[in-house]
């Protein structure tokens, strides 16, 4: 029986071979577990990760995002077109420079009332007033409502008798025109009521003209 003879020590070296190879690999293995084991170095798949860079070529971290955009619903929810606040709103600084709330306003009214009626006033007890105008003569009370002015007065060629001619409010009528003769001054009187008090107001005499207002 005839076959091929093995040379001894061909066997030898690669076995040694083998054996080395197998050594090496084991002791790769051994030292990359021993690099995840006691390291934070780890085998992975590079197709599960992505690099920095071509992250932050097409993302934004959600820590930007927050310091530097609103979401659109926020916006839509919470803030006005600056062209809308220009037409339809007041800035606070202006209304506070130019406006009063309803509340003062109707304090201050309130004020400016309480003044008025001290201002113009009734004193009490009234003290009659005596007032002499001449031919174009006015005399104005705001603290009793009176307002008259004369037109005209003139007296007859023999001085008999005297006419005036005047405009003549009071609180209780508006201005109208009013004319007498000096023979006709018993009825050269007028009554009104200013402030819930009667007043009387009348023609003492012509010449000079002369009205008196008392409390009645």
Same mark, same amino acid.
């Given at each position: 029986m005839s076959g091929k003879t093995v040379d001894p020590a061909s066997m030898h070296t690669s076995t040694t071979y083998i054996l080395g190879f197998g050594s090496a690999v084991g002791l790769i293995i051994a030292i990359i577990s021993g690099l995840q084991f006691f390291s934070n170095f780890k085998i992975v798949d590079t197709q599960a990760y992505v690099s920095m860079h071509e992250i932050e070529e097409k993302y934004y971290s959600?820590?930007?995002? @927050? *310091?530097?955009?609103?979401?659109?619903i926020?916006?839509?929810e919470n803030y006005i077109k600056k062209s809308e606040i220009e037409k339809n709103y007041i800035s606070l600084d202006k209304v506070r420079s130019d406006f009063v709330s309803i509340e003062q306003f109707e304090a201050q009214q309130k004020d400016k009332r309480a003044l008025l009626e001290v201002l113009n006033g009734i004193q009490s007890p009234f003290k009659p007033i005596v007032k002499m105008l001449s031919g174009n003569g006015q005399w104005n009370n705001e603290q009793l409502g009176l307002n008259i002015?004369?037109?005209?007065?003139? @007296? *007859?060629?023999?001085?008999?008798s005297m006419h005036?001619?005047?405009?003549?409010?009071l609180p209780d009528s508006p201005l109208h025109e009013e004319s007498f003769y000096s023979s006709e001054i018993s009825r050269c009187k007028w009554t009104f009521r200013?402030?819930?008090r009667d007043f009387?107001?009348?023609?003492?005499?012509?010449?000079?003209l002369t009205f008196s207002v008392k409390e009645i």
């Open positions: 959600k820590e930007f995002i @927050s *310091s530097h955009y609103l979401g659109k926020e916006v839509l002015s004369v037109r005209r007065i003139t @007296s *007859s060629g023999d001085g008999s005036a001619n005047f405009l003549l409010a200013k402030n819930g009387e107001l009348k023609i003492d005499k012509f010449d000079p």
